[in-house]
């Protein structure tokens, strides 16, 4: 006869006091990580409160904060910031304009070859922006568009149209056809029924399709760099790089200069980020 060892018992409260351990352990390198990302951001408030000098003989926290920094880097940039925020809003405009139909055509539509259209459109989003510039410089050129607010809205219309079909596509796919086909048989044609319908109910994507083109055009600096030759239309990141070598012994305007181009898109991160969350997944799930 064999007698056979019952097998060890662990203690529930060994496995909470393990879960705790392991809770405190991620959590302290979740404040670590998160501190070493955002350091460089308070480094440039903190330079640009400081009375003027070198970056690097910067003191840790700004006891004698100085604005002095900002009223330069207004009255310098103010109109790259302005000149970014138009093109910004014009990019934005004119990518959902093209955008919108287009995601409901190839979400609620059965149309031959929609599936080539959506790799095509992802392929074009693995194509270097080098070589997107150098292209539309040549093309710019002959039709003398170079300089122009509308040359660079639609250089930047580039990289936000296929994102926000890609984003609302996903989302109209999970839109109820009845609510479609009840608008229908109450009378609204195809377009009604997109305006006061589709559009309403994909308020989410719109959002975040808005919001991502522009932060890719707030953000561009390939598209300013190549497709602008003087200053009458030149964007803050522009500006800022040819910003820094101008003033090199006063970082504190340098540095002011970027914080104030980093407000919008915090400010409208922060007011958006709940329309991000839901239009993001919203097409992951049916």
Known sequence: ????????????????SRKQQRSW???????????????????????????????????????????????????EQGTHLLTSLIIAIGSVVFSLIIATPAAYALAQFRIRGTNLVLFGILISQMIPGIVVANALYSAYNDLGILNTYGGLILADSSAGIPF???????????????IIEAARVDGA?????????????????????????FLFTWSDFLFALTLTTGDSVQPV?????????????????????????????????????????AGATGGAVK
């Open 189 to 213: 044609g195809h377009f009604r029924a997109f305006f006061y319908v589709v559009i309403p109910v994909s308020r989410n994507a719109l959002i975040t399709g808005a919001l991502f083109t």
């Open 1 to 16: 006869m064999t007698t056979t060892s019952a097998p060890p018992v662990i203690r529930p409260a060994r496995v909470s």
């Open 237 to 277: 990141t522009l500006g800022i790089f040819q910003y820094i070598g101008s003033h090199v012994q006063d970082w504190s305007s340098v540095m002011a200069t970027a914080v104030l181009a980093s407000l919008p898109a915090v400010i409208l991160l922060v007011l958006a980020q709940k329309f991000i969350a």
């Open 164 to 178: 926000a079909i890609l984003i609302m596509r996903a989302y109209m796919t999970t839109i109820p056809k009845p």
């Open 25 to 75: 352990i991620n959590t302290v390198l979740g404040v670590l990580f998160l501190a070493i990302m955002l350091f460089p951001v308070y480094w440039m408030v903190n330079a640009s409160l400081q009375p003027g000098g070198g970056a690097l003989s910067t003191s840790w926290f700004p006891t004698h904060r100085d604005f002095s920094g900002y009223r330069t880097a207004i009255s």
